[in-house]
């Protein structure tokens, strides 16, 4: 992946962060190298990091303002602007971004922005490499105790992404068919959660010779959420759910012949 050469303005959540635009088309093996990794430096009153845990009902639709490395094109960091969700916002919490949980490295209350950082790895995995200045994006602050659980347990950990391949509008109500790899489909089952870009959704149903499933938006989902915004051909993030894969993990490791032997 290339990155040209014409820097963006400098933006207010750091002074000294310049980025530069990015491409999202082309292949990121272009752009990602291996790099030896420096030493972190917390930054004063930055919390230390705990396992978030989100809902999949999406907040707020923010809107990327900037996007792209700083100048020592080591830190590929991105800037939302996201009224709802800086309301009370800390350094280092965490926020789930098309259902990839990220932490808030910067903010600016005045302006209602927030920065995250993202990994190459990130980039790999999740479809935020297919994010470009002015992009739409759901956003979900991690849960409280009091928090109403509308959803279900989302760790904002992407399993994989898949593509949309059909949208079809029945009523007022919007069909969508995504494609995946067998790896994610395995845990795929109808009637069954899954998060996609961070929307907690009911599986409708599985097929397994296309390697897809489908799931049904009803008018005032599809007015709250970014995947109607969408195209055929399009990557989402997807994340099963957890409890399908604490139980594959019981069967392959032999836990319940074991059980059963006693």
């Known amino acids: 992946m290339a990155i040209s050469s014409t820097s963006i303005p400098k933006f207010a959540l750091s002074n000294s962060l310049r980025l530069t635009n990015l491409n999202p088309k082309l292949p990121s093996s272009l752009i990602f190298k291996s790099q030896t990794p420096k030493p972190l430096t917390l930054k004063p009153n930055r919390r230390n990091q705990i396992t978030s845990l989100f809902t999949g009902i999406v907040e707020e639709m923010g809107k990327v303002r900037e996007l792209g490395f700083d100048e020592s094109g080591e830190s590929f960091d991105m800037v939302i602007h996201s009224p709802t969700v800086l309301e009370d916002v800390n350094l280092g919490d965490s926020i789930a971004v098309n259902g990839t949980c990220l932490t808030v490295t ?20 999740t479809s935020l490499i297919e994010l ?35 949208m079809e509008v029945e009523g007022d109500s919007l069909w969508i068919k995504v494609k995946t790899s067998p790896e994610i489909l395995k845990f795929i089952v109808a009637k069954g959660f899954i998060a996609v870009d961070g929307t907690s959704l009911t599986v409708v149903d599985v097929f397994d010779e296309e390697e897809c499933f489908n799931f049904m938006l009803v008018e005032y989902t599809q007015q709250k959420v970014v995947i109607p915004l969408k195209k055929i051909g399009q990557k989402v993030n997807l994340e099963v759910d957890i409890l399908g894969k604490y139980v594959e993990r019981l069967l392959s490791s032999g836990f319940v012949e074991s059980i059963k032997s006693r």
Do not use: C
């Not at 910067?106 to 995995?125: I, Q, W």
């Not at 994006?137 to 105790?145: D, G």
């Open 106 to 125: 910067e903010f600016d209350s005045e302006r209602l922005e927030f920065k995250v950082g993202l990994a190459p790895e990130t980039l790999r995995k």
């Open 132 to 166: 470009e200045k002015g992009s739409v994006v759901n956003l979900e602050r991690a849960v409280k105790p009091s928090t109403r659980m509308g959803g279900h347990f989302v760790q904002g950990h992407v399993d994989g992404t898949g593509e949309i391949v059909s």
